[in-house]
């Protein structure tokens, strides 16, 4: 089992930032790659960005250039930096991680999500 907790979401101008945090607690499986997603109103839910336990990461075009996805291992911590924040970054932001226990594939788990807000 892994749990995952998500902060860090709230309202914030177009142009701002805000960093989101996933925490994994209650680990018993070992975690690799770890993503966030997001869910527009009414849109699908879309990859944002991944990072894997090597520290190799991905974006999406959308986030390329205003987001930085990190992690910190010994803690059970990943976060998104979310700069220059357009309104079309508005949705919930949601926290996954790829579970394994040893070398076999234990499930994808998912956090409660966090909202993100971008005003004009």
């Known amino acids: 089992q892994v749990h995952l907790v998500e902060s860090g979401g709230g309202v914030v101008q177009a142009g701002g930032s805000l960093r989101l945090s996933c925490a994994a607690t209650g680990k018993t499986f070992s975690i690799d790659t770890m993503r966030w997603y997001r869910e527009a109103s009414k849109k699908q839910r879309e990859l944002v960005a991944a990072i894997t336990t090597a520290g190799a990461v991905m974006y999406a075009d959308s986030a390329k250039g205003r987001f930085t996805i990190s992690r910190d291992i010994a803690k059970d911590m990943m976060y998104l930096q979310m700069n220059s924040l357009k309104l079309e970054d508005t949705a919930v932001y949601y926290c996954?991680?790829?579970?394994?226990?040893?070398?076999?594939?234990?499930?994808?788990?998912w956090g409660q999500g966090t909202q993100v807000t971008v005003s004009s």
């Open positions: 996954n991680a790829e579970a394994y226990r040893d070398l076999d594939f234990a499930g994808d788990y």
